[in-house]
Structures are given as C-alpha cells and as structure tokens.
C-alpha cells in the first residue's frame, strides 16, 4: 500500500544519471570537486535573485554554478 514514486524529469543540460553540470562547466567543477565544500548562505534582494534564476535558465544551468563561477573570478 505504498504510494508511487515520482518520476524525475531532468533539468535542460542534464541527464538522469550525470551530475546536472553542462559540460562546458567541467572544469570549474572538477575544480571544485577535487576540495571539500560548505554552505554559503547570503541575503540578497528578492528582484536579483529572481534575475538570477531567470539568467540560469536562460543559459540551461543552475544557480549554484553561476554563482561559483562569478566567486571564482571574483576571487581571482
């Protein structure tokens, strides 16, 4: 009598089995995936972040790599 598990769409530019990464995002993230990692969390107006999960979506990736992505250059 258990209820039936849902099916899991994946998201654009990702498989069922891969990682969700675009693969033109592989370096950073094998960069990222050689060192431990931690929350980050931040407050930040509701309007920018609306921009940026718009943006994400416009270029078929996540949030989370734009933003390591701009941390990445930010930082170096």
């Known amino acids: 009598m258990s209820e039936p598990r849902l099916k899991v ?3 654009p530019g990702q ?3 891969g990682s969700g990464t675009p693969s033109g995002l592989a370096p950073l993230t094998a960069l990222a ?6 929350r980050l969390n931040v407050q930040i ?32």
């Open 9 to 11: 769409k994946p998201r």
């Open 33 to 38: 995936a050689e060192e431990p990692t931690a």
């Open 15 to 17: 498989s069922l089995g």
């Open 45 to 76: 107006p509701a309007k920018m972040r609306q921009q940026l999960k718009i943006r994400a979506v416009q270029e078929g990736r996540t949030v989370q790599d734009l933003v390591k992505q701009l941390l990445h250059e930010y930082l170096n």
